[in-house]
């Protein structure tokens, strides 16, 4: 998304861009002056204002104070100098019919699916915007069965955002996205689901919320002509020209496409109004903390990595600048943002200032580590800041002002926490929202991922170095005559695969039931497996997971939309989330997070198990349950020994299964295979 704003006519514009593209990309140029920096000790020393401070400068004394005086003054700085003056509520009617479905989401999880297109306005040119939601099927108008429900708009339309082929697939312009099948500047048929993995609604509603998302090009294309064809038109705003200081921008228009959205949400019977949910990554997590300063009525703020002009402190010169944004994107903020790209030490307010607005009312804050351009460090800083005025209220806000370690959530009411990996929304960041949610507006104990520590294998370069307390299967370079001793075969005696090229070769069986078994047992387990697929029988392998459950391997390259029978599927359970597969002859990786599904003393499932899987650097499940295994062909049934009798004997009875490499027909090739073991039961 780096170029998008940028279009022809807008020179500067374009050399910023490729200044900053080349500064990204080599290491050269990253030195020169006016690149980005990246260098903590070279950040400005700086004073924020008083985010306490009234009109009259002097602080609130009170949380009464804050409300009646300070907040109002204290919006108003951000009106006028970052997102333009507050749109104002027009009625909001349906267009046509609200559409509801009953339907059976991937993983057995039963939802309505509702979709609906709402007007905004009564002008002759108002926009509309199409919304989609899903919600838990158990979701009812019984106070106590309505469900809270997370809002976020998204990127590329909500056809991209869940590959269920009944989204209506939008008509708006988007920006060209090779990645995410966008051409010619519209969604195309096979758009759909490409932006999934930020968008698990499986999971959440398994957690008991619902899930709405919207298009945010439908009131402001994203990008710097996209003005004149916004809503902003509709409301008597000027589109062309000079604009006034404190003009709206492309944020304030998606921030009022929130609440008109909440508008209609909270006239849904299943929807408990006291608890949607604003929710937004990036230049849309800048949005979602905008909606949520101004409209009191989101319950909870989540801002994802929102970096300059959203969480971020613009008075710490760290990454990306006023300067770079508001040339780049000069359509998001007020006309007056601008003139203060080098000497944000003036301005009247800063992003703690923004964030404040959400107290006292429960607000996320999240970074990645990789995500330098967003400067997660001023991100926290931002939430130590702005803490006094949770504080007026008897609340703590942070607690804290250590930065805290990696994949580590801190804070009460506002909640900080830098996550491994790169400038992304993912399924854990949903479940860290989740969790929250429960703590604050549910008032529950979140289910502590059974006290686990977070998920976030590391998968390249290959092979991976097996962690600490690891358990090597198969080892990363096997010596041609050294089969391990850590597998059997079905019978329980010795393994007849072969090693080829130092990796462990299938040796294929015509009944495909030459599986090896590992003599480790484990219950709760990351799995780590390395693997290379033939292109004999599709490549057709997988891992068997206490022999039960299986992560397909299977040559799956390129398909669209991948099934529940292509790779990064556990089988018979859920198709992947995203298609995540290489070729045949690269090596690729798995990561798999299995939580073991726990059973009574008949040993029927009492408690569900759970997977999330990453292949090949992408999460390609997202902690999908399952309950009984589906499969014929486990090899409890098919190709069953007596040895086998006794381990799924065993594992009924412990809960402790082994790991099965697959023989499908194909010689897949194996390396660095390794467990650790959550618990010891
Ligand atoms: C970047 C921009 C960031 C962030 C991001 C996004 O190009 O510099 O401020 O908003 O886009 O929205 O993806």
Request: net charge negative; hydrophobic share 40%.
């Amino acid at each position: 998304m780096l170029s998008s704003a940028c279009h022809q006519g807008h020179r500067f514009c374009t050399t910023v861009t490729i200044l900053l593209l080349a500064a990204m990309t080599s290491p050269m140029l990253a030195s020169r002056a006016a690149e980005p920096n990246y260098d903590e000790t070279a950040v400005r020393e700086y004073t924020l204002p008083d985010v306490l401070a009234g009109p009259d400068g002097k602080p609130a004394s009170s949380a009464e104070d804050w409300k009646k005086t300070v907040r109002p003054h204290q919006f108003e700085l951000l009106e006028k100098f970052c997102y333009g003056r507050r749109l104002p509520a027009v009625p909001v009617t349906v267009v046509g019919n609200v559409e509801r479905a009953d339907v059976m989401l991937p993983g057995d999880v039963a939802a309505v699916r509702i979709q609906a297109k709402l007007k905004l306005g009564d002008a002759a040119d108002a926009p509309t915007t199409e919304v989609l939601l899903y919600l838990p099927k158990t979701a009812s108008s019984n106070t106590s069965q309505r469900v809270p429900v997370f809002l976020n708009l998204n990127f590329r339309g909500n056809q991209a955002e869940h590959a269920d082929p009944a989204i209506r697939l939008p008509t708006a312009w988007m920006p060209d996205d090779k990645a995410a099948a966008i051409e010619n500047n519209r969604a195309t048929e096979a758009s759909r689901g490409t932006s999934a993995q930020r968008w698990p609604v499986e999971a959440m509603l398994a957690r008991g919320y619902g899930m709405a998302t919207a298009y945010c090009g439908d009131v402001f294309p994203d990008k710097a002509d996209g003005r004149p064809a916004s809503a902003l038109k509709s409301l008597g705003r000027p589109v062309e020209g000079t604009l006034p200081p404190d003009e709206p921008g492309a944020i304030a228009t998606w921030a009022w496409q929130l609440s008109r959205i909440l508008d209609w949400l909270v006239t849904l019977p299943e929807v408990d109004p006291s608890q949607v949910i604003v929710v937004g990554h990036s230049r849309l997590g800048k949005t979602a903390l905008w909606a949520g300063a101004c409209d009191e009525r989101f319950a909870m703020v989540v801002s994802n990595e929102s970096g300059c002009g959203g969480a971020a402190l613009s008075r710490r010169n760290f990454g990306e600048t006023l300067d770079v944004i508001t040339k780049r994107f000069p359509h998001w903020f007020c006309p007056a943002l601008a003139t203060y790209a080098d000497r944000e030490t003036e301005l009247p307010c800063d992003q703690h200032t923004l964030l404040a607005m959400v107290a006292p009312r429960p607000l996320v804050v999240s970074s990645a580590v990789e995500d330098r351009w967003a400067d997660p460090r001023g991100e926290f800083l931002s939430g130590v800041a702005a803490e006094p005025v949770w504080k007026l209220f008897g609340v703590t806000g942070l607690g804290t002002k250590d930065y805290p370690a990696v994949d580590t959530p801190v804070g009460e009411a506002i909640t900080y926490y830098v996550r491994t990996g790169r400038h992304e929304l993912l399924g854990y960041d949903w479940e860290r929202f989740a969790d929250v949610a429960d703590r604050t507006l549910r008032k529950q104990t979140p289910p502590k991922a059974d006290g686990y520590p977070a998920f976030h294998p590391v998968q390249s370069p290959l092979p991976v170095k097996p962690p600490a307390g690891a358990i090597v299967l198969v080892p990363e370079r096997l010596d041609a005559s050294a089969i391990p001793n850590t597998f059997v075969g079905m019978g329980g005696g010795p393994i007849d695969w072969k090693v080829d090229d130092g990796s462990l070769m299938v040796t294929k069986s015509e009944k495909h039931a030459n599986h090896i078994v590992s003599t480790e047992l484990f219950r709760d387990a990351d799995v780590h497996a390395e693997f290379m697929t033939s292109r004999e029988a599709k490549g057709n392998s997988g891992l068997y997971l206490h022999g039960h459950y299986e992560m397909q391997i299977y040559d799956s390259f390129g398909v669209h939309p991948p099934t529940d029978q292509d790779e990064g599927s556990l089988y018979r359970f859920g198709k992947p989330i995203v298609n995540a597969s290489l070729p045949t002859g690269q090596w690729q990786v798995y990561d798999i997070r299995f939580i073991a599904p726990r059973r009574d003393a008949a040993g029927t499932i009492v408690k569900p198990g759970s997977v999330t899987a990453w292949l090949n650097g992408r999460c390609v499940q997202n902690e999908l349950r399952f309950t009984e295994p589906r499969s014929p062909y486990t090899p409890y049934k098919h190709g069953v020994t007596d040895y086998l009798k006794g381990v799924e004997k065993r594992l009924l009875a412990t809960g402790e299964g082994p790991l099965f490499l697959q023989d499908h027909g194909s010689p897949t090739r194996f390396r660095n295979v390794w467990i650790k073991r959550l618990d010891t039961p």
